[in-house]
């Protein structure tokens, strides 16, 4: 979509750019897998290396990939999933220094889209932006999420329930930056309209219903219940 954007990039480069990301993606998952298994097997890495090893793992991915003009984003997404292939019994204690440079990195990214926000009101919203937040809210993402998991053995309200529940906001606010990276003029304020209002909906409308929703999941529908009658006196 992105592509399709840019009138300067043809779907052919896009395609080239991901295969790019792919073999670079692979390639660092699985070799940087097998490099830090047999480092712990030797002895020859701590523990505290081995976490920073990983991390090094998408830096090298992502860097890997831009040098060879392909798509950093997903060569790094490639090769966490590459890893975890090649390396399934890697330690869960081994993605601590990843988790807190993501949850970093999480921090800064809100601290942009805070930026975003007073702009995006303050120029004036078109109605369009508020009608497609709504799709993306429901259809948009709820629908593609139910056609994955046609063929499991899931209820249908729980495959509804992980479409309109399911990844939000993050990664939303990640894909509009790279966009607003790549696009200039009235097509940037498009992208950063929609992401703002998007999130902010999905912020108030995930954010009010989460509770409710739990509750009602795990005790059911709220029923009208009658006070139990005390039993009659014993006057015999």
């Known amino acids: 979509m992105l592509a399709g954007a840019l009138a300067t990039v043809d779907v052919q480069s896009?395609?080239?750019?991901?295969?790019?990301?792919?073999?670079?993606?692979?390639?660092v998952g699985v070799g940087g897998?097998?490099?830090?298994?047999?480092?712990?097997?030797?002895?020859?890495?701590?523990?505290?290396?081995?976490?920073?090893?990983?991390?090094?793992?998408?830096?090298?991915?992502?860097?890997?990939?831009?040098?060879?003009?392909?798509?950093?984003?997903?060569?790094?997404?490639v090769a966490g999933i590459a890893t975890r292939a090649t390396a399934p019994g890697m330690p869960r204690s081994s993605l601590q220094t990843v988790e807190d440079f993501s949850t970093v990195l999480s921090a800064a990214v809100w601290f942009v889209f805070g930026s975003l926000i007073v702009p995006a009101f303050m120029d004036g919203l078109e109605?369009?932006?508020?009608?497609?937040?709504?799709?993306?809210?429901?259809?948009?993402?709820?629908?593609?999420?139910?056609?994955?998991?046609?063929?499991?053995?899931?209820?249908?309200?729980?495959r509804w329930a992980?479409?309109?529940?399911?990844?939000?906001?993050l990664d939303s606010m990640v894909l509009g930056i790279i966009a607003l990276e790549q696009l200039s003029g009235l097509d940037a304020d498009w992208v950063a309209?929609?992401?703002?209002?998007?999130?902010?909906?999905?912020?108030?409308?995930?954010?009010?219903?989460?509770?409710?929703?739990?509750?009602?999941?795990?005790h059911g529908p709220r029923t009208r219940r009658h006070p139990p009658r005390e039993p009659a006196a014993d006057v015999s």
């Open 14 to 27: 896009v395609l080239i750019e991901l295969l790019i990301a792919l073999i670079a993606g692979v390639v």
């Open 33 to 77: 897998a097998k490099l830090i298994t047999m480092a712990r097997h030797l002895r020859w890495s701590t523990v505290e290396a081995e976490r920073v090893g990983v991390l090094a793992l998408a830096i090298t991915a992502f860097s890997a990939a831009e040098v060879l003009h392909g798509n950093g984003f997903v060569a790094a997404f």
């Open 127 to 158: 109605w369009r932006v508020f009608v497609y937040a709504f799709l993306s809210l429901t259809l948009i993402r709820m629908l593609p999420v139910a056609l994955s998991l046609l063929g499991t053995h899931l209820p249908w309200r729980e």
């Open 162 to 169: 992980l479409g309109f529940w399911g990844p939000r906001g």
């Open 193 to 218: 309209d929609v992401v703002v209002v998007v999130i902010s909906l999905s912020i108030l409308v995930h954010g009010l219903s989460a509770r409710y929703f739990a509750r009602w999941w795990l």
